[in-house]
């Protein structure tokens, strides 16, 4: 099977802090090189580092920082045949991370808004089309259609939480979100911001990532809750694109919604336990040898 991840590419600058800044303070840190980040990216590369195979779709500057994503991307064994390079500065974020693991970020999206969905010339069927909202919401609606009608798997991370059609949002197999996109979008539905209740108001999937105490989802077939792993958080801000990548590279070989999420869960925990975004993202011998220390505490 294909997968094809359609969204950002972002340089981001990582500075490290004893405490979050609060609003009009100045909080001393120290900042690393540029690395690769982006929630399109990151999730590509989470899902290549799974085995998958990865079509990255989207758009950098003809710039040094553009050049970097485009190197990361080739090192994970993703593929960017459909990556252009524009006249646009690449995408650039700031991230800050506090002693706990914290993180607050600020995003310009630069070049990111010029990814059409018009770079995917065909659609298999079968393949596995997956989105978040760090590129025009228009784009991600015209691509949810195409790849409903040529009978893909279409999967949409809801962050950062941005309006789409309720049509469009309906062509989705799965529609994934953390407590917060969930609360956002139930708001605007008129719903509470539980799985079972949005997913009764879309009539798709629907998941919801909740930190410490697991994952939620509800689809036609029932609920399913996945645990948390307990691990020692150095940094939190690859976690649920590690989680959405691994997901759906699980789906795209054929495993089980269950099976997948399980898999995705310990992806999310393990890039909590490195700094970065993108450079955390754990790789299939990581994610199996969790998954079989955990099986093994269970049977004990």
């Given amino acids: 099977m294909t997968l094809f991840v359609f969204g950002s590419a972002i340089a981001d600058f990582v500075f490290r802090m004893p405490n979050l800044p609060r609003p009009g303070e100045t909080v001393l840190g120290e900042a690393g090189p540029a690395l690769q980040g982006g929630k399109g990216l990151n999730q590509a590369i989470a899902a290549a580092r799974d085995g998958g195979e990865v079509r990255f779709v989207g ?15 080739i090192e994970a064994g993703v593929d960017v045949s459909a990556l252009r390079e524009m006249e646009a500065a690449t995408g650039l974020a700031c991230v800050c991370v506090d002693a706990e693991g914290r993180n607050q970020i600020a995003v310009s999206i630069g ?13 298999p069927p079968g393949a596995t089309l997956l989105m978040q909202m760090e590129v025009r919401p228009d784009e991600n609606a015209a691509l949810i259609a195409r790849g409903r009608a040529a009978g893909a798997r279409v999967l949409l991370n809801l ?3 941005g309006a789409l059609p ?6 989705l197999d799965l529609l994934i979100l953390n407590e917060s996109e969930a609360a956002w979008i139930g708001a605007r539905l008129g719903h509470p911001p539980e799985a079972g209740s949005l997913q009764a108001a879309l009539g798709i999937g629907i998941v919801v990532t909740q930190g410490e105490r697991g994952v939620t989802a509800v ?15 150095v940094d939190t ?18 495993m089980p919604l269950e099976a997948a999420m399980r898999r995705a869960t310990a992806a ?18 990581e994610i199996d040898a969790l998954l079989a220390s955990f099986r093994g505490a269970i049977s004990e």
Avoid: F
Wanted: proline content about 8%; some cysteine; charged content about 15%.
């Fill in 59 to 73: 758009c950098v500057g003809r710039d040094p920082n553009g050049a970097l994503l485009r190197a990361a991307a």
């Fill in 111 to 123: 070049a990111n808004l010029l990814a059409r969905a018009a770079q995917i010339e065909a659609i």
């Fill in 159 to 161: 962050a950062p939480a």
């Fill in 166 to 171: 309720p049509e469009a949002l309906r062509g």
């Fill in 219 to 233: 689809t036609e077939d029932g609920a399913l809750h996945i645990p948390a792993h307990r691990v020692r958080a």
């Fill in 237 to 254: 801000t690859g976690a649920g694109d590690a989680w959405c990548g691994v997901l759906a590279a699980s789906l795209d070989r054929g």
């Fill in 268 to 285: 999310g925990a393990l890039a909590c336990t490195k700094p970065g975004a993108g450079p955390a993202m754990p790789h299939a011998s």
